[in-house]
């Protein structure tokens, strides 16, 4: 623990020390590296509980997206690489003999803080107006349904031949603590190991917030019930 508090602290220290103006490779990278190890954190944070592996399938996810992180790092000047790859390394290592989540999350947390101070980079893209859930709708019938189906639900008509399965974006319960943030990174980064591919370059960052919102509300139950009088529009006067 005490190890951790100093990757904690001495990471963006040098990070601010020595800030650097980044190349679009760069940018990219680190946003790529931010995403991938952020997510990885979250999935390792569903398998384990109390030391105990409660979900296997989140734990190799978090491996998927280590391992992603880490090849993404090859984009950085060779010092910086070298630097994020043995962190990242750490992290493997403590996922793999099941350590405490908080763990993970800490140099994780401390890593992307770092190469966010260092390249001047702010790793949460955000766009400059609200993201349009009809954008998001349309964009999500074009470029996901053909895998997670028209509602979401992992059942598009070419599932049947991906291993592993699309997942199931209506599932509620396996998606309680998900939030568009996280839509959004997996939209952008894509999931290694898996069909689903990133759209970094053929989505804009406003259709990628759109597509991530709107695939992000397809856990929430239907609408039903009837609008109450003191709400429903008056009629208009016959003109």
């Known amino acids: 623990m005490i190890l951790i508090r100093l990757i904690a602290l001495l990471f963006p ?10 190349s679009r490779r760069c940018a990219c990278a680190v946003r790529r590296i931010a995403g991938s190890a952020q997510l ?5 944070a569903l398998g384990v509980d109390g030391g105990r592996v409660i979900a296997p399938a989140e734990i190799e996810e978090a491996k998927l997206f280590l391992t992603e992180a880490v090849r993404a790092a090859a984009a950085l000047p060779g010092g910086d690489a070298e630097l994020v790859r043995k962190e990242l390394n750490r992290v493997l290592t403590i996922v793999g003999r ?3 989540p908080d763990s993970v999350a800490a140099i994780v947390d401390a890593l992307v803080q770092g190469l966010s101070d260092r390249y001047q980079v702010d790793v949460e893209e955000v766009p400059a107006t ?8 349309a964009l999500f019938q074009a470029s996901c349904a053909r895998c997670h189906g028209s509602l979401g639900r992992g059942d598009g008509k070419d599932a049947a031949g991906l291993d592993p399965k699309p997942g199931n974006l209506a599932s509620a319960p396996g998606l309680v603590d998900a939030s568009p943030l996280d839509f959004y990174r997996r ?7 898996t069909a689903m591919p990133g759209f970094a370059t053929s989505l804009s960052l406003d259709e990628r917030w759109a597509v991530a919102l709107y695939a992000s509300t397809l856990r929430l139950p239907a609408p039903g019930g009837s609008v109450p009088p003191a709400l429903t529009p008056s009629p208009l006067p016959p003109g």
Do not use: K
Not at 187 to 193: D, F, K, M, R
């Open 13 to 22: 220290l040098l990070a601010i020390a020595t800030r650097q103006v980044p």
């Open 98 to 100: 099941t350590g405490p």
């Open 187 to 193: 939209v952008t980064i894509g999931v290694a190991g």
């Open 130 to 137: 609200a993201p349009s859930l009809g954008q998001g709708a």
């Open 40 to 44: 990885a954190a979250q999935e390792y």
